[in-house]
DNA sequence: ATCATTGCAAAGCTTTTGCAACATG
DNA sequence: CATGTTGCAAAAGCTTTGCAATGAT
């Protein structure tokens, strides 16, 4: 088991829940991909060495997981949220309007710096309270650059 | 008819398509609105004035219109995407993980400024052919903050 | 008059819920 | 062992598609 899976299984047990090998089987298939990944994907990916899971459990699993905050959860468009491992620590997007490919980067301290600023802003004009934020950039990779004008 | 209704039924003359009642409807519903709605709401509001109107011609339109960047189209979490009046252009997103409202406003010509360096950055180092940004910031408007800790 | 558009109904998806059987701590 | 968890099946959303009737140009 890798460390990051077990951060988030003693995080489980920490908060009271029981570690089944359901819930290993999808931390292990998040925090193993690089990617954002749908719960179709990461159930397709879960099935493999786990034929026996069902469906349900990986969205019970992720909702859970999301709640915690032991793994992200991003609405980039199309019908599903995506997820992908590591919290809130301040990764932002580079989403690709093409393929649907997510890459994340860390915000330069530059931009972090300006943000929070504009953060009291906003909060002092608008009263709400600003918990977190998010950066995102839309395009086309490389790959979708070079292919062409598909479908979609 | 408001003069941003004309802006995108003339546009969408221009583009080829048919001006029926129901688009323009579906049209005034969202420019004549602050908010971002989702398709029920729209469908809803649109029905007050136009009570034959299908929901399926409420879908039709707006991903015409987000399509031909007419409206902007938004996922926040929650199940659906949001329309909002206006193209993505520079506005940004202050989203209440409450109740969902969207506010938007005007990113500070300090932000775009690193934020268009930051982009000519990431483009240089990922290969993404970088088209638009989103700034969004999370938090809890000012009536959630006050709410006793709902059920969400 | 023509061809896009509408609305209905039905299908397709993703996601949630009810419940008996099961397995963790 | 007790309670949380699983998996099935079925329901509940939201969204799309097929098709005949309608209506804009």
Not at 25 to 37: E, F, M, P, R, Y
Not at 139 to 150: H, W
Request: glycine fraction near 8%.
């Amino acid at each position: 088991m890798k460390p990051s899976d077990r951060n988030i299984t003693t995080a489980l047990r920490r908060h009271g829940y029981k570690l089944t090998p359901q819930r290993c089987a999808v931390v292990h298939a998040i925090t193993s991909s690089q990617d954002h990944l749908t719960p179709t994907a990461i159930f397709e990916k879960v099935s493999q060495n786990h034929p026996g899971i069902g469906l349900v459990t990986v969205y019970r699993t992720l909702k859970l997981l999301a709640e915690l905050e032991l793994i992200c959860e991003l609405h980039t468009g199309g019908n599903c949220p995506s997820y992908t491992a590591g919290t809130s620590h301040h990764h932002h997007h580079l989403v690709c309007s093409g393929c649907g490919k997510v890459v994340d980067f860390a915000s330069p301290r530059l931009i972090e710096h300006n943000v929070v600023e504009l953060e009291g802003r906003l909060s002092r004009e608008s009263g709400f309270r600003i918990d977190d934020h998010l950066l995102e950039f839309t395009g086309l990779c490389q790959l979708c650059q070079k292919a062409p004008a598909s479908s979609v």
